[in-house]
Nanobody, 123 residues
Framework: QEQLVESGGGLVQAGDSLRLSCAAS???????MAWFRQAPGKDREFVAA????????YYARSVKDRFTVSRDRTKNTSYLQMNGLKPEDAHIYFCAAPWGSTATMNPSDYDIWGQGTQVAVSS
């Protein structure tokens, strides 16, 4: 069973940048890798996704033009570059792999999840 491990979270000031990483435990064989985020008491929400072979990217409207998702297939790792962070971006960020051949915005379509990494943004 593949495992995903996120890293790179932390506390930053509004306007700063962070880069999150998501490393798979071995050769990554899923169709895509996605990023979700979750605030306490809220549903998990889609942030971005990238298809593993083709590199097509998808973004939530709230982060488009500020966040960039990428992947390094040689390292089995995806990255989420977050620029211009806002206080409302403060969440726990998770990476996930879908069980099917689509990269959707629905968390139910993903069956492998990392443990999450906390991002805090001070105003």
């Amino acid at each position: 069973q593949e495992q995903l491990v996120e890293s790179g979270g932390g506390l930053v000031q509004a306007g700063d940048s962070l880069r999150l990483s998501c490393a798979a435990s071995g050769p990554f064989s899923r169709y895509a890798m996605a990023w979700f985020r979750q605030a306490p008491g809220k549903d998990r929400e889609f942030v971005a996704a990238i298809t593993w072979i083709g590199g097509a990217t998808y973004y939530a409207r709230s982060v488009k033009d500020r966040f960039t998702v990428s992947r390094d297939r040689t390292k089995n790792t995806s990255y989420l570059q977050m620029n211009g962070l806002k206080p409302e971006d403060a969440h726990i960020y998770f990476c996930a792999a879908p069980w099917g051949s689509t990269a959707t915005m629905n968390p139910s379509d993903y069956d492998i999840w990392g443990q999450g990494t906390q991002v805090a943004v001070s105003s």
